[in-house]
Each structure stands twice: as C-alpha cells, then as structure tokens.
C-alpha cells in the first residue's frame, strides 16, 4: 500500500517563529511532491510543489526533498496568525498509464499572536 | 478569469435521491478529479479521468458514477446506493502531460438527511 504519513499535530508555534512540517511517504519512484494549505470549511490550495533534491524557497514558505530517505518537508518563516490552517502533502503516483496524487491526513498548525 | 467552479455551494437532499454534482474548468487542463472529505479525514479519490471519454475508478467508486463528455466538464453522480453520501465533495483538475499539480474548485457540501 502506497502511504504518505503525516503528524496529526495541532503543531503550535508563536507568532514569528518557524513552523516545520513533516511528510514521509513510502513509494521510492515519485518524482513529484506537493505542499497544500485547507483553511477550515474551505478547499485545499497549492503553495509548493518540489521534484528535486534540496531545498526549493518562495517567500516565506521553503519545501526540502530528500528522495534518499523518502522524506519531504515544509518550513513557514516568520509564521503569521494567518498560516493557521492544515496543510497537506501529496506524492504523485504511477496507476497504470494514469498518475493520481496520494494524500497525507494533513498536519494542524496554530500560530499563537 | 481562469478557474474551476463547483455548483451549488451547499446541497441538500432526501436519502433514497440520486444527486448530481457539478464542476467546470477553463484552465484548459486535460486531467480531473473528484475527492470527498469527511470531518478529521484526509481526501478519497471517487473518480478520475485524465482524457475526455475515460475515466478510472478511485479508491472509493462505489455509489457514484461520473462522465467527461468535455474536457471542461466533469460531473459527479451521487446515487442511492451511497450508504454514507453526507461529506464535502472537492472536484479538481490538473494540466496533465507531465504536469501533476492539482487545482481545486470551492467544494460541495451536500448533507443527506
């Protein structure tokens, strides 16, 4: 079974800080991987993608992909009240001909002002 | 204004009713996607169709049906035989051709009662 794992969190954090948000997955040929924020009540929303080893940077938000250890993580410079919301990682995935995302649970932060 | 639109925001229906979701996009892409969430759960793929005139069953097919008679359109069924239909219903679409970002419409929350 393909999985992306995630902790549950709620991850808290002061107004500020950074925020650190993990994300395993289990299936070695990815290629693609995916950062999403979901604010309650609402749709999930892109905010970085990363195909490449290392360190990928926009604005506050910088993705870090370690294919070797199948690891893939989102950091949240200067956390803001308003980056409370859960965030989500997705894999992309071979079906067949086909390619679908496999989707972490998601991980709850709370930025405290 | 580019995007994907899913109508009606909110929908109710009696059990027993087959219901059909709507969802639209102009973004030209050529895959889409339809994911319920549940309260607490992570997203479950019901259908994908990554071409006009095919699609492939997600993880959760049973009790909803689709068609992709257009690339802008790809409704959702929603049919008696879905034991548990009350959830957020997210539809999204994706350029496709070696592009696997995903892109969300604003959801359907349909509750059954």
């Known amino acids: 079974q393909k999985e992306v794992e995630q902790n549950s969190g709620p991850l808290s954090v002061p107004e500020g800080a950074i925020a650190s948000l993990n994300c395993t997955y289990s299936?070695?040929?990815?290629?693609?991987f995916f950062w999403y924020r979901q604010y309650s009540g609402k749709s999930p929303e892109l905010i970085m993608s990363i195909y490449s080893n290392g360190d990928k940077e926009d604005g506050r938000f910088t993705a870090q992909l370690n294919k070797a250890s199948q690891y893939v993580s989102l950091l949240i410079r200067d956390s803001q009240p308003s980056d409370s919301a859960t965030y989500l990682c997705a894999v992309n995935l071979r079906d067949g001909n086909n390619r679908k995302l496999i989707w972490g649970l998601g991980t709850s932060l709370a930025v405290n002002p | 204004d580019g995007g994907i639109t899913q109508s009606p925001k909110y929908l109710f229906r009696k059990e027993g009713q087959n219901v059909t979701l709507s969802c639209e996009q102009n973004?030209?892409?050529?895959?889409m996607y339809w994911y319920r969430q549940d309260p607490g759960q992570g997203l479950r793929l019901i259908y994908y169709s990554q071409i006009v005139n095919d699609f492939q069953k997600g993880d959760i097919a049973e009790g909803y049906s689709v068609s992709r008679e257009k690339k802008e359109s790809f409704p959702l069924t929603v049919t008696s035989a879905q034991k548990n239909p009350t959830a957020f219903y997210l539809c999204?679409?994706?350029?496709?051709?070696?592009?696997?970002?995903?892109?969300f419409g604003p959801g359907t929350r349909l509750t059954v009662t």
């Open positions: 299936d070695r040929v990815s290629q693609s």
């Open positions: 973004l030209n892409h050529d895959a």
């Open positions: 999204a679409s994706s350029p496709g051709q070696g592009t696997y970002e995903q892109y």
